[in-house]
């Protein structure tokens, strides 16, 4: 049975920790640079509790990277050195000197990496995907993207302190932008030039907020609207794509697939309404990204998610973040300017 190690004991790996239990694996190991949240996470979820990642990587045949951002680099480096099979969260560096770096030491090793752009593996966004490739829309000429939500506050699951620091996570385009512009270079291909507005430099990273447009070589042209000034709870998701021969919508915030009504036992006059999601477990789009991860690797498949497509996505979001601090529009070709 395949021995998975976590590296990071946060909200992501409790996440991907639920989901590696359908899985026909072991949670082997973790570790984390706070001890005291490795021993938590590892009597909560299983597996030793090593005290460093040396150890950890000793005791695993895949490691799945649950740090922040800052913290990628280092993990990966560690694993392809030891050339243990990489699962990387999301974005895949701060910087793309650091992704050219993980690139070139997986390659040198011969060490499987795969970057977890979990969009994709979302049904809607995949079913979406399929009818583009299938053609039933034409060839796509707009596409409309919305992310949005509350700001990761203290208290809350996720590190307030980390998402208050721009160095360390690249404000709102990086950490959630990034979702979708890898969905929309997924299906329109390169990014020729962007052009952005945004609050990221304001010093209010509360109501971090972007209006991001994606130029691709194809000529279509990408809207994304990315935010965390919803409300406290909230969170929204939109996707709209127009091609020459048809129209693909869904947004989050219409009625969930199944409704179902009884009589109020309090008020009998009045019903209660549920929604439910009708898909089985095995659908959540971690489980189905986790369970592509394995396969790939068990029958020497290409990821879904190469890491030059992650490297690109970083590109194109740190492009963004030029362009909100320029106030002008960005070529693709030969950036490498990086916002401190």
Request: charged share 20%.
């Amino acid at each position: 049975m395949t021995r998975v190690g976590i590296v990071g004991a946060g909200a992501i790996a409790r996440l991907h920790s639920a989901q590696w239990k359908k899985l026909p694996v072991t949670l082997a190991a973790v570790y984390d640079r706070n001890p005291e949240r490795a021993a938590a996470f590892a009597a909560e979820h299983g597996g030793a509790d090593c005290g460093s990642l040396d150890e950890l990587l000793a005791q695993v045949d895949v490691v799945d990277i649950c740090t922040h951002t800052d913290g990628h680099r280092a993990a990966v480096l560690a694993a392809a050195a030891a050339r243990v099979p990489i699962l990387c969260e999301k974005p895949f560096g701060r910087r793309l000197q650091e992704c050219e770096e993980m690139i070139e030491a997986c390659e040198a090793t011969g060490t499987p990496l795969f970057v977890a752009h979990v969009v994709r593996f979302f049904p809607q966004y995949a079913r979406a995907k399929e009818l583009i490739d299938s053609g039933a829309i034409g060839k796509p000429g707009v596409i409309r993207t919305m992310r949005a939500g509350s700001y990761p506050r203290s208290g809350s699951e996720f590190s307030s302190a980390f998402y208050r620091d721009f160095t360390r996570s690249g404000g709102v385009i990086l950490d959630l932008g990034i979702h979708d512009i890898d969905f929309q270079c997924w299906c329109a291909g390169e990014v020729e030039r962007v052009f952005a507005r945004g609050l990221t430099f304001q010093g209010i990273p509360e109501t971090d907020h972007a209006l991001l447009t994606l130029r691709f070589s194809s000529g279509a042209l990408g809207h994304i609207d990315c935010s965390w000034a919803l409300p406290p709870g909230q969170f929204r998701t939109h996707l709209e794509i127009a091609g020459d021969a048809g129209l693909l919508e869904w947004d989050s915030f219409q009625p969930p697939p199944l409704i179902w009504t009884k009589p109020n036992p309090l008020d009998p006059s009045q019903s209660i309404e549920r929604g439910a999601n009708p898909l089985a477990p095995h659908d959540d789009p971690y489980y189905r990204q986790l369970a592509h991860f394995l396969e790939c690797l068990e029958q020497g498949k290409p990821f879904l998610v190469t890491p030059q497509e992650a490297y690109r996505a970083v590109k194109v979001a740190l492009a963004c973040i030029e362009s909100v601090r320029s106030g002008q529009p960005v070529e693709l070709a030969g950036f490498r300017e990086e916002v401190a």
